[in-house]
């Protein structure tokens, strides 16, 4: 039988097409992708999330491998979960992977996420950084409010004692952690507490829903089609009313310092507020480049959402622990009051010398980091990771909960046990990815020093002046431990106790 001519081109395209996805074509089927949960249509691995993601991921972590790659809606997510992985991340390819994804939440509330924490990566994120890390949270200015602290740490133990006297002995340690984190930090990026003044707005609730919102999942950052039910379930009209608020809120706050540098009132003999130095920034006095006056209030936001419930969660941690380790809580003691000596107060010079204080800060954070998958990050460009391939534009997400209570890296990985950290140098810094609760590398926390600091001197002064007991009837190994939800995961339900005021101290 006679063939066309034409015949002869069938088997040529076929030769040709199998040429060309041989060579040309970067399917997956020829890259190697990390293991992958199975997922479903439309909203891909989403409905494994759980309520608690950290532990869900850690789970399917356990059965997929340290390097998952999930989606979540249309989103590529990897999931990272060992030591070596982390690294890679954040050293190896820290600069390819220090973007953010977008975040439609962060557009709204933070000016179209001028701030530092969602800032995409480029010039301008750099810039901002450099203002976070050079002039509002460098070594030397965070000393400078110093007094502060102590201040903020003495007015923290006169209501707890006054509370010992009334007659509900029980006090509400995070009511107080909560108070005094937010006091501090309003003082130090504002000037003065949020909660005084006369101003319409209760600013306190207000950045309480703020850093809500922040946490709130927002299906349309996942399944673009799917934003309207933002509209629906009232979200966007939350959004907006607390943004309008907020914006409010810091311009009287600027207003508030302009006027009173106009009248001469600023004392420069004064530790400098946030809001002074941005200013001065703006002005063009201290950088090479001008801040507009959204950038300024988005990254006061920025401290507020990203200082304080992180340090007051870490803060309830650390005194649930010990708590439910009355061993460590004496020892803890014993160094404390040694240390102290006959001291009225302790103050934040003493605290040097606290190893047992710091190793119990650090165990705290290995097994309760209060942002347990830190902050999502997204490639900019395709890497390869651990052999695996991964595409630019994939979001980031570090498990340092696994990371923290992984048998290989820590004997005993479960149980609180401070002494492992006596002989050690590892630390919280970004330097030992065993331990990351604070990040690492271009995006790690630049505010990691001021929450050391103020952990250290609030839980040095607790332990000197208190004694800590359960609520009557209750063992230590009985006490709830429950996880509440957001992205700051603290207990569910707040910590009691019996604090009975030390007379010799
Ligand atoms: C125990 C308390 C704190 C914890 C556990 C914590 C943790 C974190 C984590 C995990 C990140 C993301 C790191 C990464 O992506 O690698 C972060 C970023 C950040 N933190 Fe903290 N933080 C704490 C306190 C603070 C404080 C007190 C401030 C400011 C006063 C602060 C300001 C920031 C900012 C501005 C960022 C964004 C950095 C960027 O994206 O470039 N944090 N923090």
């Keep these: 039988m006679d063939l066309p001519w034409y015949s002869l081109l069938i088997p040529l395209f076929v030769f040709i097409f199998f040429l060309h996805q041989c060579f040309f074509t970067t399917s997956n089927y020829q890259k190697k992708l990390p293991p992958s949960p199975k997922k479903l249509p439309i909203i891909g691995n989403l409905h494994q999330l759980g309520s608690h993601p950290h532990r869900s991921l850690h789970k399917l972590s356990q059965k997929y491998g340290p390097v998952m790659l999930l989606h979540f809606g249309s989103k590529p997510v990897l999931v990272v979960s060992s030591v070596d992985a982390a690294r890679e991340i954040m050293k190896t390819h820290d600069i390819v992977c220090s973007s953010r994804p977008k975040s439609r939440m962060a557009d709204r509330l933070l000016y179209g996420s001028k701030d530092v924490a969602f800032s995409p990566y480029g010039e301008y994120w750099r810039q901002i950084r450099s203002v976070v890390v050079f002039h509002l949270l460098s070594n030397k200015r965070v000393r400078s409010?110093?007094?502060?602290?102590?201040?903020?740490?003495?007015?923290?133990?006169?209501?707890?004692?006054?509370?010992?006297?009334?007659?509900?002995?029980?006090?509400?340690l995070r009511d107080h952690f909560c108070s005094l984190t937010g006091n501090i930090i309003s003082r130090v990026a504002l000037g003065r507490k949020y909660d005084e003044g006369k101003s319409t707005i209760n600013a306190k609730v207000t950045i309480g829903e703020l850093g809500?919102?922040?946490?709130?999942?927002n299906i349309g950052d996942y399944i673009p089609w799917l934003e309207w039910i933002n509209?629906?379930?009232?979200?966007?009209?939350?959004?907006?009313?607390?943004?309008?608020?907020?914006?409010?809120?810091?311009?009287?706050?600027?207003?508030?310092?302009?006027?009173?540098?106009?009248?001469?009132?600023?004392?420069?003999?004064?530790?400098?507020?946030?809001?002074?130095?941005?200013?001065?920034?703006?002005?063009?006095k201290e950088t090479s480049f001008s801040l507009?006056?959204?950038?300024?209030?988005?990254?006061?936001?920025?401290?507020?959402?990203?200082?304080?419930?992180?340090?007051?969660?870490?803060?309830?941690?650390?005194?649930?622990?010990?708590?439910?380790?009355?061993?460590?809580?004496?020892?803890?003691?014993?160094?404390?009051?040694?240390?102290?000596?006959?001291?009225?107060?302790?103050?934040?010079?003493?605290?040097?010398?606290?190893?047992?204080?710091?190793?119990?800060?650090?165990?705290?954070?290995?097994?309760?980091?209060?942002?347990?998958?830190?902050?999502?990050?997204?490639?900019?460009?395709?890497?390869?990771?651990?052999?695996?391939?991964i595409a630019a534009k994939t979001q980031v997400i570090i498990n340092a909960w696994t990371i923290g209570r992984d048998p290989l890296s820590w004997k005993n990985s479960?149980?609180?046990?401070?002494?492992?950290?006596?002989?050690?140098?590892?630390?919280?810094?970004?330097?030992?990815?065993?331990?990351?609760?604070?990040?690492?590398?271009?995006?790690?926390?630049?505010?990691?020093?001021?929450?050391?600091?103020?952990?250290?001197?609030?839980?040095?002064?607790?332990?000197?002046?208190?004694?800590?007991?359960?609520?009557?009837?209750?063992?230590?190994?009985?006490?709830?431990?429950?996880?509440?939800?957001?992205?700051?995961?603290r207990r569910k339900l707040p910590l009691l106790a019996v604090a009975t005021p030390c007379s010799t101290y």
Excluded at 146 to 169: A, W
Excluded at 442 to 459: D, K, Q, W, Y
């Design 145 to 172: 409010y110093h007094d502060i602290r102590e201040e903020e740490t003495s007015n923290m133990i006169e209501k707890i004692r006054h509370g010992c006297d009334s007659s509900s002995s029980l006090i509400d």
């Design 212 to 217: 809500e919102l922040l946490g709130t999942f």
């Design 231 to 284: 509209k629906i379930i009232g979200l966007d009209t939350k959004s907006e009313k607390v943004a309008k608020k907020l914006d409010t809120f810091l311009e009287s706050v600027i207003e508030e310092h302009i006027n009173r540098n106009k009248k001469g009132k600023y004392n420069t003999s004064e530790a400098k507020d946030f809001v002074d130095i941005l200013r001065e920034i703006q002005n063009g």
């Design 292 to 389: 507009q006056r959204d950038s300024l209030k988005a990254l006061i936001l920025d401290i507020f959402a990203a200082g304080t419930d992180t340090t007051y969660t870490a803060l309830e941690w650390i005194m649930t622990e010990l708590l439910r380790h009355p061993r460590a809580m004496k020892k803890l003691q014993n160094e404390v009051r040694e240390l102290a000596q006959d001291k009225a107060e302790i103050k934040e010079d003493d605290l040097g010398n606290m190893h047992y204080l710091k190793a119990v800060i650090k165990e705290t954070l290995r097994l309760h980091p209060p942002i347990p998958l830190l902050v999502p990050r997204e490639s900019i460009e395709d890497i390869k990771l651990l052999g695996y391939n």
């Design 414 to 489: 479960e149980e609180f046990h401070p002494e492992r950290f006596l002989n050690s140098n590892i630390d919280v810094k970004g330097l030992n990815f065993e331990l990351i609760p604070f990040g690492a590398g271009r995006r790690g926390c630049p505010g990691t020093a001021f929450a050391i600091v103020v952990n250290e001197l609030a839980l040095a002064r607790l332990v000197h002046k208190f004694n800590f007991a359960l609520p009557k009837g209750l063992k230590p190994e009985d006490l709830d431990m429950t996880e509440g939800n957001g992205v700051a995961i």
